[in-house]
């Protein structure tokens, strides 16, 4: 009879990465609706980017006119 071989440690294969996708913010918004509306710290933050976001889209708007 021969000898079992040892094995080594077994490594898992990696998952496909498909960059860093970042999901929407309306789509965020949804997911997490109930975690946003207990915390108010978050219902800010999401406040101000949609600020940005309006102020960057009113920018745009106005540099092509």
């Given at each position: 009879m021969g000898v079992k071989k040892e094995?080594?440690?077994?490594?898992?294969?990696?998952?496909?990465?498909?960059?860093?996708?970042?999901?929407?913010?309306?789509?965020?918004?949804?997911?997490?609706?109930r975690e946003i509306i207990n915390s108010a710290e978050l219902m800010e933050e999401i406040y101000m980017k949609i600020d940005e976001k309006h102020t960057q889209c009113v920018t745009k708007y106005k540099k092509t006119r």
């Open positions: 094995k080594g440690r077994k490594r898992f294969r990696k998952r496909k990465t498909y960059g860093n996708q970042i999901l929407p913010l309306e789509l965020l918004i949804e997911k997490n609706k």
